[in-house]
């Protein structure tokens, strides 16, 4: 199959949801014509495709093309804004969600932080005697880990 096969099933696909529904109901055999249209596109001997494409396809296309260039320009641009708002308003979504759970939770969010990996572990900026071992796992530093449940602390009080 050539690639004017894909490009003019594509376009059938896109327009067969609504073909199927306006035109089924009324028109006796629809779906064995439409199986005889898609025979037709794919056969090597009637070369369907390509007959589309050269006729009405690319022709289409080609007087179109500033139009569709434009509209992309345009839907890229609206992307790019959309991605950074919604990227922000995400961000704020995670911090305000995340500053809430440890004021409010802090117990909770320190025993998963303890259970998380140990920064001190992968930077190996630490004494031995300020290693925090639980189940036989570096944890943290115990020193690190107070600080943080104070600090936590404060800040729940506070709010």
């Known amino acids: 199959c050539s690639s004017d096969y894909w490009?003019?099933?594509?376009?059938?696909?896109?327009c067969e949801e609504m073909t199927d529904l306006l035109l089924s109901p009324w028109l006796p055999l629809y779906y064995e014509f439409k199986t005889l249209f898609l025979v037709w596109l794919v056969s090597p001997t009637t070369r369907g495709s390509v007959i589309l494409y050269t006729r009405?396809?690319?022709?289409?296309?080609?007087?179109k093309e500033d139009l569709i260039d434009r509209m992309l320009e345009r839907f890229k641009e609206q992307t790019y804004i959309l991605g950074l708002r919604y990227?922000?308003?995400?961000a704020e979504k995670v911090t305000?969600?995340?500053?809430?759970?440890?004021?409010?939770?802090?117990?909770?969010?320190?025993?998963?932080l303890r259970n998380s990996y140990s920064m001190f572990e992968k930077r190996g900026d630490?004494?031995?005697e300020?290693?925090?071992?639980?189940?036989g796992r570096l944890?943290?530093?115990?020193?690190?880990?107070?600080?943080m449940e104070e600090?936590?602390?404060?800040r729940a009080s506070l709010g």
């Open 7 to 14: 490009i003019v099933l594509s376009l059938i696909v896109v």
């Open 56 to 63: 009405i396809v690319h022709p289409l296309l080609v007087r």
């Open 87 to 90: 990227s922000k308003a995400t």
């Open 96 to 112: 305000s969600t995340v500053m809430k759970t440890a004021m409010v939770g802090g117990e909770g969010l320190i025993r998963v």
């Open 126 to 128: 630490h004494s031995e």
């Open 130 to 135: 300020d290693l925090a071992y639980e189940d």
């Open 139 to 147: 944890v943290q530093s115990s020193r690190e880990w107070n600080r």
């Open 151 to 154: 600090d936590i602390r404060i």
